[in-house]
Structures are given as C-alpha cells and as structure tokens.
Nanobody, 125 residues
Framework: QLQLVESGGGLVQPGGSLRLSCAASGFTLDDMHIGWFRQAPGKEREGVSCLSSGGSVNYADSVKGRFTISRDNAKNTVYLQMNKLKPEDAAIYYC???????????????????WGQGTQVTVSS
C-alpha cells in the first residue's frame, strides 16, 4: 500500500528555518516524482517544489533561493529545507507522488495521485 507521511512542521519566527520530511512506503523514490504543495486558509493549493525520479528539481518562483528539495534513497524520504521563512509561507504543507510517466516533474497538483495528510507550518513572531 502506497503511503506518504509528512513531518517536521511547526511554529517558527520570520527568517527562521524548518525541514519537512516526507516518508514514503509502498514504492521507491526511483519510481515516482514527488511534489511539495501548500495550502493556506482561503487560498488554493499551490505547488512549492518537486523532485523527479531522475533527480531534476523544480521550484515555485516564490521559494526559489530559500527552499531546497532533496531525497535520501536509503530512507525512502524526501525533504524540503525551508530557510528565510516569511509569514506568507505559512500553510499546511503536503507531499504527493505520481508515477514517472514524464521525464520531469511539474507543480500541478492535479497530476499527483497520492497524497500525505499534511503538516502545519506557522510563521509568526
């Protein structure tokens, strides 16, 4: 059974850092593209970053230079390192997976078939 479990969310002050984890089971990262998405209250879900099975990455303009996506194949886990956090980064963050039917990953939530339960990130002083 394919499962994604996020962790690492919490409360952080503006300018601070958090590292989110997405632990995958039921498949290996070589077989799937993994995306991070977020949804703030009253807003649509938006793509943050994704990592293809081949290792290519993609970032939303709003997080470029501040967020880094990576993976540990041995742990079957994808990470999202978030630095220089801003109040507008506050949201529920979800990881999602899709079979590697394309070479690159995209930040379109409709393309992703499997989702975790989300982890809350709050950025406030």
């Amino acid at each position: 059974q394919l499962q994604l479990v996020e962790s690492g969310g919490g409360l952080v002050q503006p300018g601070g850092s958090l590292r989110l984890s997405c632990a995958a089971s039921g498949f290996t990262l070589d077989d799937m593209h993994i995306g991070w998405f977020r949804q703030a209250p009253g807003k649509e879900r938006e793509g943050v970053s994704c990592l293809s099975s081949g290792g290519s990455v993609n970032y939303a303009d709003s997080v470029k230079g501040r967020f880094t996506i990576s993976r540990d194949n041995a742990k079957n886990t994808v990470y999202l390192q978030m630095n220089k956090l801003k109040p507008e980064d506050a949201a529920i963050y979800y990881c999602a997976a899709v079979s590697r039917i394309s070479v690159v990953c995209v930040l379109n939530s409709a393309r992703y078939a499997y989702w975790g339960q989300g982890t809350q990130v709050t950025v406030s002083s």
